[in-house]
Antibody, heavy 121, light 112 residues
């Protein structure tokens, strides 16, 4: 059974940093692209970043470029999101998602339960 | 403001058929990029419902179907059930934005 378990969320002040983790199991982690998708309270979904199987390609939504870094450790079956210079508008539940390429982009076939990041003073 | 436009809400009685639209433009759906659909039950993570415009993953009932035409896509749900009450999101790719992977704003389905 595919399982994705996020951790690392919490309350952080504006300008602060946080590192999210996602522990994967039930599939060959190193064979899949992986993504982070977020959802602000009461709002819709927003794709944040994704990373290739070997970490050699990464893509980010413009609003987080230069502030967030996606990475992975295939030996530990883990995905990470390092978030720096956090802003109030980064407040959201962050989901880790397994990603499959379909034509020009990816879709997300399995999702974790999410971890809440709150940016507030 | 989402690049893909969905109605904020739709409703239907049990057993009825409802459709949820996802309207894009020439830089996303109209350019031929594929559409995927997700269901988010209250308080839970999203779940893949339809991929590649009309394909159902294993385990998704055939009551759910997707289609795409021109600059729009649609999700149809037949034989509506109480447990279908959820938020539904479409997703595609946009070639003109830095957002790249884009979602619709979501549609709240209420089963009357």
């Amino acid at each position: 059974e595919v399982q994705l378990v996020e951790s690392g969320g919490g309350l952080v002040q504006p300008g602060g940093s946080l590192r999210l983790s996602c522990a994967a199991s039930g599939f060959t982690f190193s064979s899949y692209w992986m993504s982070w998708v977020r959802q602000a309270p009461g709002k819709g979904l927003e794709w944040v970043a994704n990373i290739k199987q070997d970490g050699s390609e990464k893509y980010y939504v413009d609003s987080v470029k230069g502030r967030f870094t996606i990475s992975r450790d295939n030996a530990k079956n883990s995905l990470y999101l390092q978030m720096n210079s956090l802003r109030a508008e980064d407040t959201a539940v962050y989901y880790c998602a397994r990603s499959l390429r379909y034509s020009s982009w990816w879709y997300f076939d399995y999702w974790g339960q999410g971890t809440l990041v709150t940016v507030s003073s | 403001q989402s690049v893909l436009t969905q109605p904020p809400s739709v409703s239907g009685a049990p057993g009825q058929r409802v459709t949820i639209s996802c309207t894009g433009s020439s830089s996303n759906i109209g350019a031929g990029y594929d559409v995927h659909w997700y269901q988010q039950l209250p308080g839970t993570a999203p779940k893949l419902l339809i991929y590649g415009n009309s394909n159902r993953p294993s385990g998704v009932p055939d009551r759910f179907s997707g289609s795409k035409s021109g600059t729009s896509a649609s999700l149809a749900i037949t034989g509506l059930q109480a447990e279908d009450e959820a938020d539904y999101y479409c997703q595609s790719y946009d070639s003109s934005l830095s957002g790249l992977g884009v979602f619709g704003g979501g549609t709240k389905l209420t089963v009357l």
